[in-house]
């Protein structure tokens, strides 16, 4: 963005000014030169505050949408930071579970384990023994039953648990995937928020220096109504060559506003402009 600026014109020796540095012993002549060039000083001045307002309000209108967007981000951002602590917490939850299945796990492999030393703990003349004694070769056949059976069941649990481990296992990985998708978007969303913040910081800088262009320009198109002014008071003289105000001249026409018709600053200002002509 570019801020034009102000400074006085380069006006060449001996040309007209806008100045109040002297106006005693300046002719009518004269007096409406200068004037005339404040007009156009003036004229000139104008154009440029327009120009800078309207720069300014731009500015306003462009940190205003930044600060919306920002305003927008940041609630993205808190958003995602709630999702990120949820799916962080869900992930934890689902380690635990997945730790009690491993513990669950490991305590079926260490019965089946136990039950395979107990079962072949006996050498071979201990089952010898045991096949050739009636006594006890009925327990033995079923005491190997059920050790069986029990194993089966023992190994179908493990495999069950071994799919909901998986299973477990899987959901973890998205969680942590999902977890890891919202931690990037947020990153992304917290360099997006600092761009536009130090743009929005920018912005403001050059609002600021616009606003105190504009006070610049009214002070001086101020200045060049002001020496109008006084250069009015000049230009009206009594009959006698005396200078008199502009609100004095007023206060001497008045009372023959009502025998002329005609609006007392309107006859004032058509005198003004008839001096001018005369001069």
């Known amino acids: 963005l570019y801020i034009a600026l102000f400074s006085a014109p380069i006006v060449a020796v001996g040309a007209v000014t806008c ?14 030169a200068i004037y005339d060039q404040c007009t156009a000083d003036a004229a000139a001045l104008k154009i440029s505050l327009t120009n800078t307002q309207q720069q300014s309000n731009t500015l306003a209108t462009g940190i205003s949408a930044l600060t919306a ?3 927008k981000t940041q609630a993205d951002i808190k958003a995602k930071s709630a ?14 579970y997945i730790q009690q299945l491993s513990d669950r796990m ?8 136990k039950m395979l030393r107990d079962t072949y703990v006996m050498d071979s003349s201990s089952i010898i023994n045991v096949l050739l004694s009636s006594q006890n070769l009925s327990s033995f056949f079923i005491d190997t039953d059920n050790y069986a059976s029990i194993n089966i069941k023992l190994q179908q649990l493990t495999e069950e648990l071994t799919g909901v481990k ?3 296992e899987t959901e973890k990985k998205n969680l942590q995937d999902q977890q890891a998708a919202q931690q990037k978007l947020k990153y992304e969303q917290e360099q997006a928020k600092a761009q536009a913040e130090n743009l929005k910081k920018e912005k403001q800088n050059i609002l ?3 606003k105190g262009q504009e006070a610049l320009y009214q002070k001086a198109i101020a200045d060049k109504v002001r020496l109008q002014t006084q250069i009015k008071n000049k230009l009206y003289r009594t009959a006698s060559g005396e200078e008199i105000s502009f609100g004095d001249a007023l206060k001497l026409i008045q009372p023959y506003e009502s025998s002329i018709g005609v609006s007392s600053a309107l006859t004032l200002a058509v005198l003004f402009q008839e001096s001018a002509v005369d001069n």
């Open 83 to 96: 999702k990120i602590k949820q799916l962080g917490d869900s992930v934890v939850v689902k380690t635990q």
């Open 69 to 71: 967007n920002i305003n």
């Open 208 to 210: 600021v220096i616009s």
């Open 166 to 168: 998986q299973v477990s």
């Open 106 to 113: 490991q305590s079926i492999e260490d019965s089946i384990g």
């Open 19 to 32: 100045d109040d540095s002297n106006l005693n012993g300046k002719t009518d002549q004269e007096l409406q």
